[in-house]
């Protein structure tokens, strides 16, 4: 699933081709994608149409486009597949297009494509700027809003594995299974390390971690594990390629030239250096 990086990527292309341009239609053509629009797809493609967005915003894994008129947004979540592509009006429906927007100036649609169906849009009101369904997520560490102090209060209080509280969209959002491995090993902790036996400079520590890792990934275009993740205009991003722990089992660490290793976490995988990431006793 395409984590904050990934997500950063998408919201600036959409910035970039889609902010201020009107809406001139919008076409739900897979029901599912508009799942949890309560009203219906017809209801949703009717309160787009002659409407301007705004700008192109992001919380953790959420894009929104806030819209002219009330205070409402359009709120995407890319699932496991989705993609949101800038493509030229004349060019042909993909295999797997769910929604299509055309824009009044007659140029590149904005379209929504989603091979499995995991991922969604929906109208939503704002709640302070906020798509009111996402209201309850945490700020992710790059926003103005996170709080650096309270973060490390509430991460101690888990009483859980490191890992899963970095997971937990309630306490930092846009973190996931990849970065969260990629952190750890930066910031030299095992992944099941109890979050009540951290220390307040090695929060700090890995919340750095955390950011550094994650910018690093920015800066490459996100990580692409197949053809699935993609920018606007269809491009893979490149950091696989700087992963140090990540989908490495068996291959030396770059610290210490240990084989990585893997265990199973939550019906996942977690990735780790037996040497620099000392498991808990």
């Not at 819209?67 to 409402?72: F, I, R, V």
């Not at 996931?176 to 520590?205: C, V």
């Amino acid at each position: 699933m395409p984590e904050l990086p990934e997500v950063e990527v998408v919201r600036r292309g959409l910035a970039e081709w889609v902010a201020g341009r009107e809406i001139a239609s919008a076409e739900v053509l897979h029901p599912r994608a508009t799942r949890r629009h309560v009203p219906g797809a017809e209801e949703f493609s009717a309160r787009l149409r002659d409407r301007t967005v705004l700008s192109a915003e992001r919380r953790g894994k959420y894009l929104w486009l806030p819209l002219s008129g009330d205070e409402e947004a359009l709120l995407a979540h890319l699932g496991m597949s989705g993609q949101l592509l800038i493509v030229p009006p004349d060019s042909p429906l993909e295999k797997h297009l769910r929604v299509r927007l055309r824009f009044a100036d007659g140029g590149s649609d904005l379209r929504f494509v989603d091979q499995r169906t995991f991922g969604h849009v929906m109208l939503s009101p704002l709640v302070e700027g906020i798509p009111a369904p996402i209201a309850h997520i945490a700020p992710d560490p790059f926003e103005k809003s996170f709080d650096a102090d309270a973060f490390a209060t509430n991460l101690r209080k888990k009483k859980t594995e490191i890992k899963r509280a970095l997971l937990d969209q309630s306490l930092i959002s846009g973190v996931g299974n990849i970065y969260a491995d990629e952190a750890l090993w930066l910031a030299k902790l095992h992944w099941a390390r109890p979050t009540q036996t951290l220390t307040r400079p090695k929060i700090a520590e890995l919340l750095a971690a955390v950011r550094q890792v994650m910018a690093a990934a920015l800066v490459q275009g996100g990580t692409s594990f197949d053809s699935l993740y993609v920018n606007v205009n269809g491009e893979s991003g490149y950091f696989d390629r700087s992963l140090e722990v990540y989908g490495r089992r068996d291959q030396p660490c770059s610290r210490c030239g240990t084989p990585i290793r893997r265990d199973p976490f939550m019906n996942r995988s977690s990735y780790s250096c037996p040497t620099c990431q000392r498991k808990p006793r």
